[in-house]
């Protein structure tokens, strides 16, 4: 199967086979960036960020991803933009099409928003991240990289641990890991698990120990403080004490489990300092540079079916 995809809105919409598609031209990808660092698939092309919300992994990855295939990147000050002065989305997707950019890589704080746009543009759209629905690339380069680890992506153990209720990245993995037959648990408190939890088709536990125990991959999460609007947790000793990743906690996963977070990481709160900078352990430096590879592989497809189809004319 080829990559059938015009946009890239969510993990959901993927096939297994495209997952697979997307993840081996990222792996030729990372090897070209310990090498030349240069390719020329989005030569000619205007990539165009937009990020409604605050980010440095993301936003520097994907700038990176499209200089580095040789797209035109151009990075909206989103925080002065006409949006802030009361444009609605829809008006600043229409002017956005008036200038024909080729992708659109977009981060926003509410839910469908990206969806939205990709329905109001004539450009390949990237989700960057959509509320708390679904962070697409960050969890195919958590896959990138357990592969990489692991040497397979299938039939593994992986514990999600700590603020599942506004993880947008734990929503894309959950999905993603489930679609490659893989054994997933949810680990955290009653009050940072979403409702419905049971229809996810996965376990869940409120114990740590259970959690982690034979687990082949250990995936921290970090607090989503600002989406938090109560009291979730007594307090973050308390919380640390409980869930945050410490070498006790560890022994229970399996002698050779990775240990994973897509950062920043808020060390003492959600996982000790020397766990995180273990690296017969950690793989969290790992992920960043999968990162880039993972999104020059997705942009470099949509960018394919991009030109293989024809364009409506904007006037």
Known sequence: MTFRQNHLLGIEPLHPAEITALLDLADQYAALNRGSKRGDALAGLTQINMFFENSTRTQASF????????????????????????????????????????????????????DLLAQKVNCAVLNAGDGRHEHPTQALLDALTIRRAKGRLHRLTIAICGDIAHSRVARSNLILLGKMENRVRLVGPPTLLPSGIDQFGCEVTHDMAEGLKDADVVMMLRLQKERMDGGFIPSEREYYHRYGLDADKLRHAKPDAIVMHPGPMNRGVEIDGQIADDITRSVITEQVEMGVAVRMAAMDLLARNLRARPRPVTA
């Open 63 to 114: 700038e990176i991803a499209g200089k580095r295939l040789g797209a035109d990147v151009m990075n909206m000050a989103m925080q002065s933009s006409s949006v802030k002065k009361g444009e609605t989305l829809i008006d600043t997707a229409l002017t956005l099409n008036a200038m024909h950019p080729d992708l659109l890589v977009v981060r926003h704080p509410h839910s469908g928003a990206v």
